[in-house]
């Protein structure tokens, strides 16, 4: 069973500094990672969708990486401000065509940016 | 891209009531899927709506408690019958679209507290 994991559950940076965020899957079987921002009581926008055979994307202050032979993704978000407050989410969808191709979500990441 | 419209964002309802919840997207699509996050969780998918057929639930959701419609490929309603208190939670619908990579879009979700 496909597993995404989230690590840390929160993280809190001043206003200006780097902000690095880890998402990592147990099945190399991937077809393709997105990553999510969800404000509080809201629904989910997509910020970058990475397929298996990309290294990583880029979207203005966003860039993330994609590391099959690891299981891993990283969210990098160039100098924070406090309007990048939100809880950041990865899932994964894998190749299986048996699981219907379905997502699956990591736990997410609190990101509070102090000003 | 999808643009997804969800009503009601949010709702307090009594026990024992019933919600439906609407999602309309922009477009036609085929897939189209129904999400719970409950309070401080990540997201778990309640079924897929298929067009023209029954709902495929997932493991732990019955479709007498979540009963679907899916008239046409641009709309869906999701019920949650018989409320509890256990309930509460924000209902999210989703659809996957693109044409050279499949990339789910959600809408703004439905923020459900049943007293």
């Known amino acids: 069973k496909q597993e995404v994991t989230q690590i840390p559950a929160a993280l809190s940076v001043p206003e200006g500094e780097n902000l690095v965020l880890n998402c990592s899957f147990t099945d190399s079987a991937i077809y393709n990672l997105q990553w999510f921002r969800q404000d509080p009581g809201k629904g989910l926008t997509s910020l970058l969708l990475?397929?298996?055979?990309?290294r990583e994307q880029t979207s203005g202050r966003l860039n993330a990486s994609l590391d099959k032979s690891s299981g891993r993704s990283t969210l990098y978000i160039a100098a924070s401000q406090p309007g990048d407050s939100a809880t950041y989410l990865c899932?994964?969808?894998?190749?299986?065509?048996?699981?219907?191709?379905?997502?699956?979500f990591g736990g997410g990441t609190r990101v509070l940016v102090k000003p | 891209s999808a643009v997804i419209s969800q009503k009601p964002s949010r709702d307090i309802c009594q026990r024992g009531t019933s919600l439906t919840i609407q999602c309309q997207v922009d477009?036609?699509?085929?897939?189209m899927f129904w999400y719970r996050q409950q309070p401080g969780q990540s997201l778990t998918l309640i079924a897929t709506?298929?067009?023209?057929?029954?709902?495929?639930?997932e493991s732990g959701f019955v479709i007498d408690k979540f009963p679907i419609s899916r008239p046409n490929l641009t709309f869906s309603t999701l019920t949650v019958s018989n409320m509890s208190p256990e309930d509460s939670s924000i209902y999210l619908c989703?659809?996957?679209?693109?044409?050279?990579?499949?990339?789910?879009?959600f809408g703004q979700g439905t923020r459900l507290t049943v007293v």
């Open positions: 477009s036609q699509v085929t897939m």
């Open positions: 989703s659809v996957d679209t693109g044409r050279r990579y499949t990339e789910a879009f």
């Open positions: 899932a994964m969808r894998g190749r299986i065509k048996a699981a219907g191709n379905k997502l699956t």
């Open positions: 990475i397929q298996s055979s990309q």
């Open positions: 709506a298929n067009q023209g057929s029954e709902a495929t639930y």
